[in-house]
C-alpha cells in the first residue's frame, strides 16, 4: 500500500543563525518533521518521556494556542537554572513557535498537512545568556525564528541535496574546523 503523503515520512533539517556582536544568542536549531504515524511522531510521543536537565516542552504561541503541526523542542544543553528555564519557555519557545505559524502561512508547509505531520526541534541555548548582563532578548528571538525558518524550509526541500554535499566535499569545513 502507497502512503498517502509519500514525501513526509522523514525530513531533517538545520540551520544556523549567528547573534549580533557582543551576544551569545547564536540559534542552531535541528528540525526533524514527518507524519505522525511514521518513525517522526513515534519519536515525538517518546519525548513526553521527560528526562533531567532536557525537559521536552510543546511548542505553543500562548496559553492554549498549541500551534500545527504539533511541534516539541528540546534543548541541545542540559537545563540547570530557573533562568536558561525561563529563556527555553520563553524567547525561544515564542520564537519557535511564530516560525512554524509563518512557515504555514509561507506554504512551505503545507496547511492540509498540519494535523498530520509533527515537529522535534532541538534548540541551543549559550549558558551563558542567562547570566549576560546586557542579554538582548529581541536578538534571541530574531536568531531562533529565523533559524527555525530556516531549518525547516531545508528540512522540506531536502536541503542541501546530495550532488551539493558531493561537489562542496571540499571547499568547505566544519566552522570550528582547526585541525586540518
Not at 504561541?61 to 542540559?78: D, E, H, S
Request: with cysteine; aromatic share 4%.
Amino acid at each position: 500500500m502507497i502512503p498517502e503523503t509519500p514525501d513526509y515520512l522523514f525530513h531533517a533539517g538545520e540551520a544556523t543563525v549567528l547573534a549580533r556582536e557582543g551576544q551569545f544568542t547564536d540559534a542552531m536549531p535541528e528540525i526533524l518533521i514527518g507524519r505522525t504515524d511514521g518513525p517522526v511522531g513515534h519519536a515525538f510521543a517518546k519525548l513526553m518521556a521527560q528526562s533531567k536537565g532536557h525537559t521536552a516542552m510543546f511548542v505553543i504561541r500562548a496559553c492554549n494556542q498549541l500551534v500545527r503541526p504539533a511541534t516539541i523542542m528540546v534543548p541541545k544543553v542540559t537545563l540547570k537554572d530557573t533562568a536558561n528555564i525561563d529563556l527555553f519557555g520563553g524567547v525561544v519557545q515564542s520564537a519557535t513557535a511564530d516560525a512554524v505559524v509563518d512557515c504555514l502561512i509561507e506554504g512551505i508547509i503545507p496547511r492540509e498537512l498540519a494535523n498530520r505531520l509533527c515537529i522535534i526541534s532541538l534548540v541551543w541555548i549559550d549558558p551563558r545568556c542567562a547570566k549576560h548582563e546586557n542579554l538582548d532578548k529581541k536578538d534571541m528571538y530574531r536568531t531562533n525564528h529565523e533559524a527555525t525558518r530556516l531549518a525547516i524550509r531545508r528540512a522540506l526541500s531536502n536541503e542541501p541535496t546530495v550532488d551539493e554535499l558531493i561537489a562542496r566535499r571540499h571547499s568547505l569545513k566544519h566552522d570550528m574546523d582547526d585541525w586540518s
